[in-house]
């Protein structure tokens, strides 16, 4: 059965989901199909007493294993599918300068502009997050290529993140009743769940991810966990479909700091020329820079919102600490920019894994097909302002 934790101060409560995960990886009908985030393996050695920013990859995927999921994915490589599709269409709308695009991945964000500012619900990127894109291919291409029954797949989602739980049951992600995700768990829980199995994380060697068709990623996949990460791995991509070469210098340092807002100008070239991005994370700036867009004061191409200060690395359902918190964040951080220095691939469009997924399977980014399976679309639940705006974005932020 599920139980509710309250938190301490009644205002928040976290739907506990680990003995249903738990049941589906038992059941020897099922075949569980398990993701985590790319801030996870940034986050989770902290719950185990390893230095914060620690990178426990390879010990997840083994604790996984021994717990009974059948395949582990990575929701890194949904993120560099997120940079194709995010890219292209982004593409498309520079051509046709019409206005400025917002990033899609951070459901807090969703759910503040559906309630909030439905008017801009058209600057939203269509794109689904890299885990709806996991969990909709986990359950089509996936199977479709590994010759078993789709019925049979759950996708249980490890993630930093509350909001992420709201995502899963999004009417528009739900398909005849089956939902691409069936079940998210917090890092915390996450956590909870290998104590309770007496999986002592420290202790285990690491495995390396064994799908040969959804797992493999690029360095820009693993800064998505991070502020600025998804613009910079974007960047990467546009630059390239636009000038038929790579960037050279692929980090956009102005994008990296910790401030509210930052912003940038990067020359793409070819029939698009200079485009200005912008990175936001929090509630003020957030409404600083949806303020200017819709009163027309806004020269943004591209814009990248985050709910959590610093982004996932320090998400509502990762282990929190008031007065550590900007430290530890920033290791977290560190060690994904850190993961990018040393891939040998840091492009999304050049993981293999992902070429072959629109070869064989797609098409091209943006097609008829990936948009069926990868492409969403949002809803007006603007609400009257009875709380105020702190709470609401406190609410949509910890709870969904
Ligand atoms: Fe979730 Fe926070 Fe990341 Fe948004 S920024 S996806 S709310 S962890």
Same mark, same amino acid.
């Given at each position: 059965?599920?139980?509710?934790?309250?938190?301490?101060?009644?205002?928040?409560?976290?739907?506990?989901?680990?003995?249903?995960?738990?049941?589906?990886?038992?059941?020897?009908?099922?075949?569980?199909?398990?993701?985590? %985030?790319?801030?996870?393996?940034?986050?989770?050695?902290?719950?185990?007493?390893?230095?914060?920013?620690? +990178?426990?990859?390879?010990?997840?995927?083994?604790?996984?294993?021994?717990?009974? %999921?059948?395949?582990?994915?990575?929701? +890194?490589?949904?993120?560099?599918?997120?940079?194709?599709?995010?890219?292209?269409?982004?593409?498309?709308?520079?051509?046709?300068?019409?206005?400025?695009?917002?990033?899609?991945?951070?459901?807090?964000?969703?759910?503040?502009?559906?309630?909030?500012?439905?008017?801009?619900?058209?600057?939203?990127?269509?794109?689904?997050?890299?885990?709806?894109?996991?969990?909709?291919?986990?359950?089509?291409?996936?199977?479709?290529?590994?010759?078993?029954?789709?019925?049979?797949?759950?996708?249980?989602?490890?993630?930093?993140?509350?909001?992420?739980?709201?995502?899963?049951?999004?009417?528009?992600?739900?398909?005849?009743?089956?939902?691409?995700?069936?079940?998210?768990?917090?890092?915390?829980?996450?956590?909870?769940?290998?104590?309770?199995?007496?999986?002592?994380?420290?202790?285990?060697?690491?495995?390396?991810?064994?799908?040969?068709?959804?797992?493999?990623?690029?360095?820009? =996949?693993?800064?998505? =966990?991070?502020?600025?990460?998804?613009?910079?791995?974007?960047?990467?991509?546009?630059?390239?479909?636009? @000038?038929?070469?790579?960037?050279?210098?692929?980090?956009?340092?102005?994008?990296?700091?910790?401030?509210?807002?930052?912003?940038?100008?990067?020359?793409?070239?070819?029939?698009?020329?200079?485009?200005?991005?912008?990175?936001?994370?929090?509630?003020?700036?957030?409404?600083?820079?949806?303020?200017?867009?819709?009163?027309? +004061?806004?020269?943004?191409?591209?814009?990248?919102?985050?709910?959590?200060?610093?982004?996932?690395?320090?998400?509502?359902?990762?282990?929190?600490?008031?007065? %550590?918190?900007?430290?530890?964040?920033?290791?977290?951080?560190?060690?994904?920019?850190?993961?990018?220095?040393?891939?040998?691939?840091?492009?999304?469009?050049? +993981?293999?894994?992902?070429?072959?997924?629109?070869?064989?399977?797609?098409?091209?980014? @943006?097609?008829?097909?990936?948009?069926?399976?990868?492409?969403?679309?949002?809803?007006?639940?603007?609400?009257?302002?009875?709380?105020?705006?702190?709470?609401?974005?406190?609410?949509?932020?910890?709870?969904?």
């Amino acid at each position: 059965g599920q139980c509710v934790l309250v938190c301490p101060t009644g205002a928040l409560g976290e739907r506990d989901e680990t003995d249903r995960a738990l049941e589906m990886m038992y059941d020897p009908e099922l075949i569980t199909v398990v993701q985590f %985030a790319p801030a996870v393996r940034v986050g989770f050695g902290e719950e185990f007493g390893l230095p914060p920013g620690t +990178n426990v990859e390879g010990q997840i995927i083994t604790a996984l294993k021994q717990l009974g %999921a059948s395949i582990v994915l990575d929701t +890194n490589w949904g993120a560099d599918l997120v940079i194709m599709e995010e890219g292209t269409e982004l593409l498309h709308r520079l051509k046709e300068r019409k206005g400025p695009t917002f990033s899609s991945c951070c459901p807090a964000w969703i759910n503040f502009v559906e309630r909030h500012y439905p008017d801009i619900m058209p600057l939203l990127s269509s794109t689904k997050s890299p885990q709806q894109c996991v969990g909709a291919l986990a359950k089509t291409y996936l199977p479709a290529r590994m010759g078993i029954d789709p019925k049979r797949i759950r996708v249980i989602s490890i993630m930093p993140c509350i909001a992420k739980k709201d995502e899963i049951v999004r009417r528009q992600l739900i398909h005849d009743g089956v939902p691409e995700v069936d079940v998210v768990l917090s890092t915390r829980e996450f956590a909870r769940l290998l104590q309770r199995e007496r999986i002592d994380l420290k202790t285990l060697p690491p495995s390396t991810f064994d799908n040969p068709y959804m797992s493999e990623y690029s360095g820009a =996949g693993a800064i998505f =966990g991070t502020t600025g990460g998804v613009m910079e791995a974007a960047i990467r991509t546009m630059y390239y479909v636009v @000038n038929g070469r790579e960037l050279e210098h692929v980090e956009i340092e102005q994008l990296r700091g910790f401030e509210g807002v930052r912003t940038a100008t990067v020359e793409l070239g070819g029939d698009i020329g200079a485009v200005k991005i912008a990175m936001c994370h929090g509630l003020k700036p957030t409404r600083q820079i949806v303020e200017q867009v819709r009163s027309g +004061n806004s020269d943004l191409d591209f814009v990248e919102i985050m709910a959590c200060p610093g982004g996932c690395v320090d998400g509502g359902g990762t282990l929190r600490s008031k007065k %550590a918190y900007l430290p530890h964040a920033l290791k977290r951080r560190e060690t994904l920019f850190g993961i990018d220095k040393t891939k040998a691939v840091r492009q999304s469009h050049r +993981n293999e894994q992902v070429q072959a997924l629109y070869r064989d399977y797609l098409g091209a980014p @943006n097609s008829e097909k990936a948009h069926h399976l990868l492409h969403t679309y949002y809803t007006d639940r603007k609400i009257e302002m009875t709380q105020t705006v702190r709470e609401v974005w406190a609410d949509i932020k910890m709870t969904g």
